[in-house]
């Protein structure tokens, strides 16, 4: 039986890289040419991509979830007919520990189980990295003499075992996503391929159970009928967790502890993204956090006059456009906050633009679009454009041009409620303002104590290129618009 | 308000339909003289049609595969056109000629164009893929309506070469050019529509209203129905249901008559709707609903011809099954000759700069073949060198 391996396509013109969101196919499954084989997301869009082989399923070569570099094979199919129309890839002769080898292997070929196979770690890591090499330079593999069996480090492992039942190659899932991935830069090397008889599979099948999920107990790593019954009885209290008419979407596509009493969700898409910015911002750039208390009555009875106007008429007018426009003339008294720290280059850009980000909470999670040229615009176009920018972003509609190339942000954590906080710069730019909750309070004005309208400005910035002194006098110049719109007029 | 619902009842009124969804043949008064010009289509032309639109969607969705296989650095679909692209195109004569822009794929399939060569572009081996005089029939053009101009410049000269107007239907040249509507938009197609009315020049404008400009809709693209568009120009239009294949075929017909014999360009509105995405880069899910999506499924142009052709007692079972057949093979074909497609040599870049030899071209030739060779030699060398 020969084998056939299908490499990662460039769906769409010059993408590097692609998340396999789906398998639609299992080891083991008769695909056809053109069945669809897995469910891919691109930068792009979300795209089945069809069998280029008819044949069975030898090997899922990635794993759900993980992001694999394009022309990484992800599959491997193997034609029962001899004369399959392309040849296998690699020319490198099937070396122990390679998969390849479909008919001596048979379906149980490679196993990754928890737990097992401590002592051959070492062959584990050396057959992925091969297969990370192969595509590259199958020359170099097959020059190479194909290497001996590794001297078993662990006496307890290899000796014991028959030819025919592969070893434990890799451990984990977890540990295929962390340790692989980082260590060899490209994707990892398996879908976990489990040792179970025909009958063992069909069992799972049945009853729904993953068998990579599956603790084994056989000799070698062979998943029993009882694994699977023991793994299915565990699963009952799955329904523990969530309720049928919960709303809870952040636990799609996650996987429930055996007990029942926690649910363990793949981090993707939006939450890892915005994982790795914030890691990466609160990690370079050093944060100083100003505060200051503002009487926004003026900036109030500004928003109730223009509600009133005509020419305002179609759009929201809202404190937060106030509190945009205020930023907008303070970052014209103080360009030198408009600028981003370039930590190869050794140099501080200063941008002769405004790109204004508004942080957004959407179904899809944090986005920060950016009003495009913010400093050009007057107060109703910047509506507009504010109006638009929130409008697509809750359609979970923001394109990434919508969001790179920000320049300075603000956070309205004040819709939520809350007073103020530590907001962590959006990367690349110096500052971020964060507008909290306005609420009628005591205040001084004019002599006495009277209600009035107070709110908390919080300004975080990058102290690398933003000292106290210019902070400071950015965030003042902020609540003296708010606090009295006609500096507008002053400062405009 | 909405644009589009008041433009999709425009639609519904001035639209020339001659089958309705269901296969039955329509009897309004308005599309009567077009009824005339299909009539003389038996079982066998509108069998003829009905096998190219299916191959035509086999070719569609075979190569989309191929695309998601890597196999084709890219493919706009025309899934949903076909009517539209099959009708106008039966109604062609051999020495017409046709400016496609990219998703003719129903046109070039009328026109004998081979499938494995209309793929070389979109696999990145070559920028054309065939010879344009084999079948009267232009390579694709990806750049957005530069096509109308060509069309309208190859139109000036075949009324230069008095191939306008002569009474002699072997002899009598219409052009065609293909366009959608965003490229309804571009300069280039206005300017063609200038120099195709001032000189009355013998050029049809079939424009593939499908609706979506990539994700733009044709609300963002124009505030008149489109066929209107020529008006202006002093270029007549006229609106067709672009998925009967039927009314297709008679107006265009109408059209290329209006050509050959000397009256000039008419701008022809075929109103479709692209079922798949722009091309395999594109993601419609984004930008449209699937309520729209599945409202057009009702109106599919295959099924349609289907339906006719059952309700008049045309179809076959085993001719059904045969076309059937040819599509399988057809798919089979693209799928093995498309991977072994070779890049063609390099030095063939040379040839078709000139139509007349050229001693300039011939010397850079010779330099650039004598450079080859040595390089190649070179590389021979080195990897000697490296194996020692």
Redesign the interface.
Known sequence: MSTQR????????GLTEAEIVEWKVAVGDTVA??DVIVEIETA?????????FAGTVVALLAEEGTTVDVGTPIIEVGSADASA??PAPSGAPASPGDSSGGSTNGEGSGSVLVGYGTGDAAAGSRRRRRRAEEPAAPATAASKPAPAPAPAPAPSSAPERTPGIAKPMMSVPAAVDGAGAASSGTTPAGRIRVLAKPPVRKLAKDLGVDLASVQPTGPGGIVTREDVVARADAAEPRTLATYPDDDQPWLASGSVTNDGRQTRVPVKSVRKRTAEVMVASAFTAPHVTVFRTVDVTRTMKLVEKLKADRDFADVRVTPLLIAAKAALLAIKRHPEINASWDDEAREIVYKHYVNLGIAAATPRGLVVPNVKDAHRHELLPLARALAELTATARAG?TSPADMSDGTFTITNVGVFGIDTGTPILNPGEAGILAFGAIRQQPWVHKGKVKPRWVTQLALSFDHRLVDGELGSRFLSDVARVLEDPAHGLVWG | MNPDASQGAAAEEDLVQLVAPDGRRTDGEQAAAYRDRAAHLGTDELRAMYRDMVLTRRFDD?ST?L?????L??YPQGRGQEAAQVGSGHALHPQDFVFPSYREHGVLQVRGVDPVDRLRIYRGTEHGGWDPADHNVHLNTLVLGSQTLHATGYALGVQRDGLVGTGDPQRDTAVVTYFGDGASSQGDVNEALVFAAVNNAPVVFFCQNNQWAISEPTSRQTRVPLYKRGEGFGIPGVRVDGNDVLASYAVMAEALERARTGGGPTFVEAYTYRMGAHT????P???RERAEEEEWALRDPIDRLAALLRAEDRWDDAWAADVEAQADSLAERL??DL?ALEDPASTSMFEHVYATPHSQVEAERAWFEAYEHDTAQDERDSSREAAR
């Open positions: 299908f490499p990662l396509p460039d769906v769409g013109e040419v053109n792009k869009s979300l795209v089945e991509l069809p069998s280029p129309s392309e509609r | 075979e595969a695309q998601r296989q890597g196999e650095g890219l395999t880069s594109d993601d899910t984004r930008y799928r093995a991977r």
